[in-house]
């Protein structure tokens, strides 16, 4: 993940300025903007490989801004949103636009670090608010109709309903590859380790040693 370019959204100096500490010790590419209009003058310019982006601004929000880069077929980058005093259903909301993951400040070392690594590697195809409501709407993620059951419930609080979607999603790849778990981890870009760890986690059914490769 060296030398990924991340940038940094929000208002407040004291958190621009410890994130881009940590990120920057973490071999991290970093860029800053405090508000959305810096942000949008830098996603014109610019494609950055994540974004970190804080919800409550003062010119606009960080939940407008994500509606806007949809609107504008400019959100083709994975973002986190953070907030100090966020409720369930901003986060949602948020997640429902198309932000991948969403962070409560004070926000832990750790927990940041990790948030930007799995967002990092999984590069799930981000789709938006309009394929969002046409997947809820419609309960299919696929043509193929690998996945007729699945609808994202979105009135649960916002872990329970990720790990909905990655429940369905990683079933639809594994279903699309027989199986094969290795071949999903390739696909998805994701460590097979990692993905092994994550569908038991999730109580995803797959193939054990000797099953399809």
Sequence with gaps: MVGKQILVVDDEIGIRELLSEILFDEGYQVHLAENAGQARAYRIEHEPDL???????PDTD????????VAQDLLTMPVIMMSGHGTIETAVEATR???VDFLEKPIAMQKLLSAITDALKSRVAI????DAK??????????DGLMQSFSLPLDLP???ARDHFDAAYFDYHLRKESGNVSR?????????THL????????????KSGGPE
């Design 51 to 57: 974004v970190l982006l804080d919800i409550w601004m």
């Design 62 to 69: 960080g939940v407008t801004l994500l509606r806007e880069w």
């Design 97 to 99: 636009i198309g932000a």
């Design 127 to 130: 789709s938006g608010e309009r």
């Design 134 to 143: 046409n997947f809820s709407e419609t309960g299919s993620a696929d043509p």
């Design 158 to 160: 916002l872990r329970e």
């Design 184 to 192: 999903v981890a390739e696909k998805i870009g994701l460590e097979r």
């Design 196 to 207: 092994y760890r994550k569908l038991k986690q999730l109580g995803v059914k797959f193939a």
